[in-house]
């Protein structure tokens, strides 16, 4: 058995957060599928799991996870990488979580999903993420402008949490080379050792079939 078990699937940057980060610091885990596309998020049996009827959760010994950044969390306290090293630089990494939680990873993930598994999406809603998902990515390459990762100098979770939709370019309908410096900074991240596509670290690419 497996130290860490992570609830996931490979579609679901939220899922690829907490991956990336088992991942990169070879802990000893693995993947539990949740048929996400067939509805397994809301059956009971899952809501037992996790009330809010999400993805990921991430099990420990005893201990039940849920919400990314939550288990980020846990992560650096377990593994001491990818943290802070002082009150400033946790309250900057939060700040950059509580936003990519916000507004980064919910627009861009909920455009995505309109555009690319959604049967049929009206074009107005689409037009409407589109623009909000473009306005968080503007944000983010002022950033980056500014500094090589989110919270200053070196990887932190706030990168790995970020940092996990936009590798799905192609489904968004995106050239980051009109944001050269998320550009930059994706190219960084997939160059640390260990890295790898979402679809190459969770189960579930392609879609099963529908049930
Ligand atoms: N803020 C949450 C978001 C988790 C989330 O939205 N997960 C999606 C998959 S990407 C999910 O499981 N949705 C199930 C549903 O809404 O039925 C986190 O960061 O963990």
New binding site residues.
């Given amino acids: 058995m497996t130290e860490y078990l992570l609830y996931g699937f490979a579609q679901?940057?939220?899922?690829y957060?907490a991956a990336l980060y088992l991942e990169l610091v070879a802990a000893d885990w693995q993947a539990r599928f949740v048929d996400?596309f067939n509805g397994e998020?809301?059956t009971a049996e899952y809501r037992r799991i996790n009330v809010m009827?999400?993805?990921?959760v991430l099990e420990h010994g005893d201990l039940r996870l849920?919400?990314?950044?939550v288990i980020l969390d846990y992560l650096v306290e377990r593994f001491g990488r990818y943290g802070w090293n002082d009150g400033a630089e946790r309250r900057e990494i939060l700040r950059w979580l509580f936003w990519d939680?916000h507004k980064l990873?919910s627009y861009t993930?909920t455009y995505r999903f309109l555009r690319t598994f959604a049967p049929a999406t009206d074009k107005a809603v689409l037009e409407e993420f589109r623009k909000r998902a473009e306005g968080a990515w503007k944000v983010l390459d002022t950033q980056l402008g500014r500094a090589p990762y989110l919270a200053g100098g070196r990887l932190t979770i706030a990168d790995i949490s970020a940092c996990a939709y936009l590798f799905f370019e192609d489904e968004l309908g995106v050239s980051w080379a009109h944001y050269p410096n998320i550009d930059r900074w994706l190219g960084r991240i997939r160059a640390v050792p260990r890295w790898r596509h979402p679809y190459a670290l969770l189960p579930g690419h392609p879609i099963p079939a529908r049930k």
């Fill in positions: 679901s940057g939220n899922c957060k996400y998020t809301r009827g999400e993805a990921p849920s919400q990314s950044a939680n990873t993930g």
